[in-house]
């Protein structure tokens, strides 16, 4: 396989990684202060889980100012789910304009991709 944009491939590796240590903690070592608590930490899993596959696409498409506009939507968002999930601290306004970002990110690779004139005339 052939990755265009290594630097994404591996952030995407290491958000992977990172995703899979935080649901195991969730799971079995974090003590969560409510239900609320647990969603708001669940709500970050899946958003960075769903986002992952997504962005070890975009290394291979070679589309790095998205993939940067989506790794820093991302972890404005998640991360600062997970801090509120696990000791119950709100970080104000981080995850909306987290949120922004990502949606502005997923607009962004609407028109990333110029194809071919070959590809436009199928």
Same mark, same amino acid.
């Given at each position: %396989? @052939? *990755?265009k944009? +290594?630097? *994404?491939?591996?952030v995407?590796? +290491?958000?992977?990684?990172?995703?899979?240590?935080?649901g195991s903690?969730?799971a079995?070592?974090?003590?969560?202060?409510s239900?609320?608590h647990? &969603?708001?930490?669940?709500?970050?899993?899946?958003y960075?889980?769903?986002?992952?596959?997504?962005l070890? *696409? %975009? /290394? !291979? +498409?070679? *589309?790095?100012? @998205? /993939? #940067?506009? #989506?790794?820093?939507g991302? !972890?404005? =968002?998640?991360?600062p789910?997970? =801090?509120?999930?696990?000791?119950? +601290?709100?970080? $104000?306004?981080?995850?909306?304009?987290? $949120? #922004?970002? !990502? #949606?502005f990110a997923?607009?962004? !690779?609407?028109?990333?991709?110029?194809?071919s004139?070959? &590809? @436009?005339? &199928?």
């Amino acid at each position: %396989m @052939q *990755v265009k944009d +290594i630097l *994404v491939f591996r952030v995407a590796a +290491i958000l992977g990684f990172i995703n899979i240590l935080l649901g195991s903690l969730g799971a079995h070592a974090i003590k969560f202060e409510s239900a609320y608590h647990k &969603e708001l930490f669940d709500t970050g899993l899946l958003y960075q889980s769903i986002h992952i596959p997504v962005l070890l *696409v %975009m /290394s !291979l +498409i070679a *589309v790095r100012k @998205q /993939s #940067m506009a #989506m790794i820093g939507g991302l !972890l404005g =968002f998640t991360w600062p789910l997970f =801090f509120k999930g696990a000791t119950g +601290i709100d970080l $104000g306004p981080i995850v909306p304009t987290g $949120g #922004m970002v !990502l #949606m502005f990110a997923w607009i962004w !690779l609407i028109f990333a991709v110029n194809p071919s004139k070959k &590809e @436009q005339s &199928e």
